[in-house]
């Protein structure tokens, strides 16, 4: 059962402009949610994270924006670049009382065009 | 990279023969992590722990087994590999629960 819900599956932006990549979660006892980068051959590489007690974190040129009530969160890459082509990982953690776990979205594959 | 390696890189291996992978840290985490990523899945996780000879199951944990005797090292072990175990294997690490996870270089297992 997949908790979590990424989409779309791959994204083509031209540089400079606006990428969006959204997810939805189901389960309410997620309290952690994560994106991540990775590129070819490389681990996924933590890039930005929130919590649900705000509604947006921005750094640099990238946003997390989350909506608790409707149980979706969406990261924003303002003026992408062609070093932005990756795949991108929306994920989500909720803690067992031993440790906590992480459940990740499918993936989007970004490219950013010239 | 947080000082996490993963060995080894690469094996091709035949169904059937016991596989192990192994996820070193040199910065005394507390918690680690298997994961395995296929396309069309993302990573999902397999095993964890929490301390040495503290481990538990994850979402697809059939067919695998860990074992985590020192803080530094974590044990990942197909007993059988089979065909569906082909994959690209994760660890990673989190300094404390509910916390950023940090991932290794990966280790891509072919089973033929």
């Known amino acids: 059962q997949q908790q979590v819900k990424q989409s779309p599956q791959s994204l083509i932006v031209q540089k400079g402009g606006i990428s969006i990549i959204n997810c939805a979660y189901e389960?309410?006892?997620?309290?952690?949610f994560p994106w991540y980068q990775q590129f070819p051959g490389k681990g996924p590489a933590l890039l930005i994270a929130?919590?649900?007690?705000?509604s947006e974190k921005k750094e640099g040129r990238f946003t997390i924006s989350f909506n608790k009530s409707a149980k979706q969160f969406s990261l924003h890459i303002m003026d992408s670049q062609p070093g932005d082509s990756a795949t991108y990982f929306c994920?989500?953690?909720?803690?067992?009382?031993?440790?906590?776990?992480?459940?990740f979205g499918t993936g989007t594959r970004l490219q950013v065009t010239l | 990279d947080a000082g996490i390696t993963q060995s080894p890189r690469h094996k091709v291996t035949e169904t059937g023969t016991p596989v192990t992978l192994r996820c070193h840290q040199t910065?005394?985490?507390?918690?680690m992590y298997w994961y395995r990523q296929d396309p069309g899945h993302g990573l999902r996780l397999i095993h964890y722990?929490?301390?040495?000879?503290?481990?538990d199951k994850g979402e697809v944990s059939d067919g695998y087994s860990v074992s985590r005797s020192k803080t530094e090292d974590f044990l990942l072990t197909l007993e059988s590999a089979t065909s569906s175990q082909t994959s690209v294997y994760f660890c990673a690490i989190a300094r404390v629960p509910n916390n950023e996870q940090f991932f290794g270089p990966g280790t891509r297992l072919t089973v033929l």
């Open positions: 910065e005394n985490h507390r918690y």
């Open positions: 389960n309410t006892a997620f309290d952690y």
């Open positions: 994920a989500a953690s909720f803690n067992t009382g031993t440790a906590s776990k992480l459940t």
């Open positions: 929130i919590r649900p007690d705000v």
């Open positions: 722990s929490y301390g040495v000879k503290d481990t």
